[in-house]
């Protein structure tokens, strides 16, 4: 591997403090009461905020571990790394909406689930002569109506959520505050777009990541030193969707102690993140953080 870029250290100890606060979050969610240095927290919110939320910044916290340890890598494997910044990131905003939300956006993602789980195994695929009817017993998907009204038929969204991404960032500005608003609009922008268009294999995501628009394409080793910027950029947006739900998490239920200290790391993370470095994606990240830097206190 090859000499690794001045951030990549400096972001892997940001990771592994945030994921003890992540950690506490998690203990707290269980609902013991637990102990952080002197003081005794336990999870003031409803229990349906609770049982949506948990699992989400359990599965997203798992995310960032893989992302973690996949960031010793250079070269062809750091593409893969994009997928999973994706789901980390929009998993950590699902996981602070669900918090901040009234328990009835809870009741729905909740009783989505088993519609969910419905349609997977009831739906149609595809086009024309090659449509694919999958069906696990004698129903059809359309009879989803009668069964799952409140998803299902004329005039309804099939969603867990009627909000899309953005929107639901924004909601986040209204009850949790606009710090958190702009931890969690970094990381979409930063990284959304971008990874989808490597998820769907468009020419476009395989150009950006093989430098294909670069004049030194078809050297190895700068090819090399560009992924390792590129694992730059999928850090520092996932650790800003970390700095989003934590602000939430500890903000709304005003645990003061940790809340100071998630704060302490995201101003150490926002140093790190607005370092200047000669590459377009960079000034892209930069200019991200510096829309949002006047609402970040």
Same mark, same amino acid.
């Given at each position: 591997?090859?000499?690794?870029?001045?951030?990549?250290?400096?972001?892997?100890?940001?990771?592994?403090?945030?994921?003890?606060?992540?950690?506490?979050?998690?203990?707290?969610?269980?609902?013991?009461?637990?102990?952080?240095?002197?003081?005794?927290?336990?999870?003031?919110?409803?229990?349906?905020?609770r049982r949506t939320s948990t699992v989400l910044a359990m599965a997203a916290g798992?995310?960032?571990?893989?992302?973690?340890?996949?960031?010793?890598?250079?070269?062809?494997?750091?593409?893969?790394?994009?997928?999973?910044? /994706? +789901?980390?990131?929009?998993?950590?905003?699902? &996981? %602070?909406? !669900?918090?901040? #939300?009234?328990?009835?956006?809870?009741?729905? =993602?909740?009783?989505?689930?088993?519609?969910?789980?419905?349609?997977?195994?009831?739906?149609?695929?595809?086009?024309?002569?090659?449509?694919?009817?999958? /069906? +696990?017993?004698?129903?059809?998907?359309?009879? &989803? %109506?009668? !069964?799952?009204? #409140?998803?299902?038929?004329?005039?309804?969204? =099939?969603?867990?959520?009627?909000?899309?991404?953005?929107?639901?960032?924004?909601?986040?500005?209204?009850?949790?505050?606009?710090?958190?608003?702009?931890?969690?609009?970094?990381?979409?922008?930063?990284?959304?777009?971008?990874?989808?268009?490597?998820?769907?294999?468009?020419?476009?995501?395989?150009?950006?990541?093989?430098?294909?628009?670069?004049?030194?394409?078809?050297?190895?080793?700068?090819?090399?030193?560009?992924?390792?910027?590129?694992?730059?950029?999928?850090?520092?947006?996932?650790?800003?969707?970390?700095?989003?739900?934590?602000?939430?998490?500890?903000?709304?239920?005003?645990?003061?102690?940790?809340?100071?200290?998630?704060?302490?790391?995201?101003?150490?993370?926002?140093?790190?993140?607005?370092?200047?470095?000669?590459?377009?994606?960079?000034?892209?990240?930069?200019?991200?953080?510096?829309?949002?830097?006047?609402?970040?206190?």
């Open positions: 591997m090859s000499t690794e870029t001045p951030l990549l250290p400096e972001l892997r100890a940001i990771a592994e403090e945030q994921k003890q606060l992540l950690l506490l979050a998690l203990a707290i969610a269980s609902g013991s009461t637990t102990e952080y240095r002197g003081m005794q927290l336990s999870f003031r919110l409803g229990d349906l905020q798992q995310s960032v571990e893989t992302l973690i340890r996949s960031s010793e890598l250079t070269g062809l494997a750091v593409r893969d790394m994009y997928p999973v910044a /994706r +789901s980390a990131v929009e998993t950590f905003i699902n &996981a %602070a909406f !669900l918090l901040a #939300e009234d328990e009835a956006a809870s009741r729905r =993602a909740l009783d989505h689930v088993p519609f969910a789980h419905w349609r997977h195994l009831h739906r149609r695929v595809g086009t024309g002569k090659y449509t694919i009817e999958l /069906r +696990s017993d004698g129903m059809h998907a359309g009879d &989803a %109506a009668s !069964l799952f009204p #409140e998803f299902a038929g004329k005039g309804k969204s =099939a969603a867990w959520s009627t909000l899309d991404v953005p929107s639901r960032i924004n909601r986040l500005g209204v009850l949790a505050g606009d710090h958190v608003a702009a931890r969690l609009m970094a990381a979409y922008a930063i990284t959304y777009s971008l990874s989808s268009e490597i998820i769907h294999g468009s020419p476009f995501g395989a150009s950006y990541f093989f430098g294909l628009h670069r004049p030194d394409a078809a050297d190895i080793d700068s090819f090399r030193k560009r992924t390792e910027e590129q694992i730059e950029d999928i850090l520092i947006a996932v650790l800003h969707g970390v700095a989003g739900y934590l602000s939430t998490f500890f903000g709304l239920q005003a645990h003061t102690g940790p809340a100071q200290e998630e704060l302490a790391i995201y101003a150490r993370l926002k140093r790190t993140a607005t370092s200047d470095r000669d590459d377009s994606q960079s000034k892209f990240v930069f200019a991200v953080r510096a829309q949002h830097r006047e609402r970040d206190a």
